[in-house]
């Protein structure tokens, strides 16, 4: 059974890494879409946002969420719906959401590797530091300019984002104020990032940021987010609030729908 959940795990990043392979029936709601030219991914890319309910009606600056696969066929519905469920019950202060259509995903959101056998499921092209550099000098600009948004930010992202969101942690802790990743795929680079957490953490910045991740019952990555926990409980730098949430009885695909709200809800809140 256990190397079962191992295997299928692996076919479900295979997949993840060229599309989500995964189609949902959320209403989508009201709201803008952009093309921004990137130099630095080479290409147009359509950014989704949702204000909430109350943007129109104040001239409040709010703050706002990012996230990869982030388009009207992927998670943006399911992401912004919640928000708005969360915002009503007053569970979380209201944000502004920015979704990143995917274009060619496994290239956007793996980083550098030097494992032959991550060949298989993305390109070992480092694309992520190319499309994080698209994030931090070309659409968190754009968005500031064209919204009324506070400097208070953050990232959300499940399997291969979930591994973008890590790996911006870890590397550019000070790009965003709050980071949420659902089962990422921390095996990625022969488990690079948990490997070497301790020592990237000696160069956190004394900066106030929050993290909250997850794991579900795949082994290749629970395995991993463990080992992370374990890291926190023992060097966690002073300037940084965590929770780990593990979660055995969900699985890969599961994991995000099943603790979207509680990640939401201890991460937004100050």
Same mark, same amino acid.
């Given at each position: 059974m256990k190397k079962t959940l191992f295997f299928l795990s692996l076919i479900i990043a295979f997949t993840s890494c060229k599309n989500k392979g995964i189609t949902y029936n959320d209403p989508i709601p009201e709201h803008d879409s952009l093309v921004i030219a990137s130099d630095f991914v080479n290409e147009n890319r359509i950014v989704n946002i949702w204000t909430p309910p109350n943007y129109k009606q104040t001239t409040?600056?709010?703050?706002?969420?990012?996230?990869?696969?982030?388009?009207?066929?992927?998670?943006?519905?399911?992401?912004a719906n919640t928000l708005s469920k969360l915002i009503s019950e007053h569970k979380t202060p209201p944000f502004i959401l920015?979704?990143?259509?995917?274009?060619?995903?496994g290239r956007?959101?793996? @980083?550098?590797?030097?494992?032959?056998?991550?060949?298989?499921?993305?390109?070992?092209?480092? @694309?992520?530091?190319n499309f994080r550099a698209f994030i931090t000098e070309e659409l968190i600009p754009e968005i500031d300019t064209k919204y009324r948004t506070q400097s208070?930010? @953050?990232?959300? @992202?499940?399997s291969l984002a979930g591994l973008f969101v890590m790996e911006t942690f870890f590397l550019t802790p000070e790009t965003f104020n709050f980071y949420i990743a659902m089962d990422p795929s921390l095996w990625w680079n022969t488990h690079y990032l948990t490997n070497h957490a301790e020592d990237l953490l000696e160069k956190f910045p004394e900066q106030d940021i929050k993290l909250w991740f997850a794991g579900s019952d795949?082994?290749?990555?629970?395995?991993?987010?463990?080992?992370?926990?374990?890291?926190?409980?023992?060097?966690?730098?002073?300037?940084?609030?965590?929770?780990?949430?593990?979660q055995p009885e969900e699985h890969h695909n599961t994991i995000f729908r099943a603790t979207k709200e509680s990640a939401l809800i201890w991460t937004l809140n100050d």
């Amino acid at each position: 059974m256990k190397k079962t959940l191992f295997f299928l795990s692996l076919i479900i990043a295979f997949t993840s890494c060229k599309n989500k392979g995964i189609t949902y029936n959320d209403p989508i709601p009201e709201h803008d879409s952009l093309v921004i030219a990137s130099d630095f991914v080479n290409e147009n890319r359509i950014v989704n946002i949702w204000t909430p309910p109350n943007y129109k009606q104040t001239t409040d600056r709010f703050p706002v969420l990012y996230m990869p696969d982030g388009g009207i066929k992927e998670d943006f519905p399911h992401i912004a719906n919640t928000l708005s469920k969360l915002i009503s019950e007053h569970k979380t202060p209201p944000f502004i959401l920015v979704g990143i259509e995917n274009t060619e995903r496994g290239r956007d959101l793996s @980083g550098y590797s030097e494992s032959e056998y991550d060949k298989q499921y993305c390109p070992l092209s480092d @694309g992520a530091k190319n499309f994080r550099a698209f994030i931090t000098e070309e659409l968190i600009p754009e968005i500031d300019t064209k919204y009324r948004t506070q400097s208070k930010k @953050g990232i959300i @992202g499940e399997s291969l984002a979930g591994l973008f969101v890590m790996e911006t942690f870890f590397l550019t802790p000070e790009t965003f104020n709050f980071y949420i990743a659902m089962d990422p795929s921390l095996w990625w680079n022969t488990h690079y990032l948990t490997n070497h957490a301790e020592d990237l953490l000696e160069k956190f910045p004394e900066q106030d940021i929050k993290l909250w991740f997850a794991g579900s019952d795949a082994e290749d990555i629970s395995q991993y987010t463990k080992q992370l926990e374990h890291t926190l409980k023992n060097t966690a730098p002073k300037h940084l609030t965590w929770q780990y949430s593990d979660q055995p009885e969900e699985h890969h695909n599961t994991i995000f729908r099943a603790t979207k709200e509680s990640a939401l809800i201890w991460t937004l809140n100050d």
